[in-house]
């Protein structure tokens, strides 16, 4: 098996998107209104491409790789809560596409992330996750995250309880 991570381009929106969705629509079943994801879909790889053409986004988009097919997104950047600092990175997300679920790809984008941040003088990583996505949870447990106290809530079709979780480089 051969991963790689790299920068996302335009031309990977159609995949990224179908990624996207896929993880939304099984990771996210019995969470988030089905209603919601659906209307979610339409126009996501537009949305996408959109997206991977404006500079300030496109950089912290990579596409995550098995054996030259994309599987999978992540998405790392400035940590964009007010009680963090420039020593923080954040996980904006990480989807992989339900048939690439439990292979060990999402251990080693998390490792990419976290280089990522330490290569950039980074001490912390943060991510947001959904209070009911125990699966997301114990993932982002595995890969050393607790949570830190933080919560918000976040509009999905319904109210959702959002943790944060709060890793040191």
Not at 43 to 51: F, L, P, V
Not at 64 to 81: T, Y
Not at 146 to 159: H, P, W
Request: glycine residues 6%; aromatic residues 12%; negative net charge.
């Amino acid at each position: 098996m051969n991963i790689t991570i790299r920068l996302a381009v335009p031309a990977d929106a159609p995949d990224m998107a179908e990624a996207y969705m896929r993880s939304w629509e099984v990771a996210y079943e019995n969470i988030v209104p089905a209603d919601y994801i659906r209307e979610k879909r339409k126009g996501n790889a537009a949305k996408t491409e959109r997206m991977l053409n404006d500079e300030n986004f496109s950089r912290y988009q990579h596409v995550i790789l098995r054996d030259d097919v994309i599987v999978g997104i992540i998405m790392i950047g400035p940590a964009r809560d007010d009680d963090t600092d420039d020593s923080f990175y954040e996980l904006h997300g990480i989807y992989l596409h339900p048939d690439y679920f439990r292979q060990g790809i999402g251990s080693y984008a998390m490792d990419f992330a976290f280089e990522k941040a330490r290569s950039l003088g980074k001490t912390a990583m943060t991510v947001w996750v959904f209070a009911e996505n125990i699966n997301s949870i114990k993932f982002y447990e595995k890969c050393g995250f607790v949570a830190d106290g933080k919560t918000k809530i976040l509009n999905c079709g319904k109210d959702l309880e959002a943790v944060r979780m709060r890793k040191d480089l």
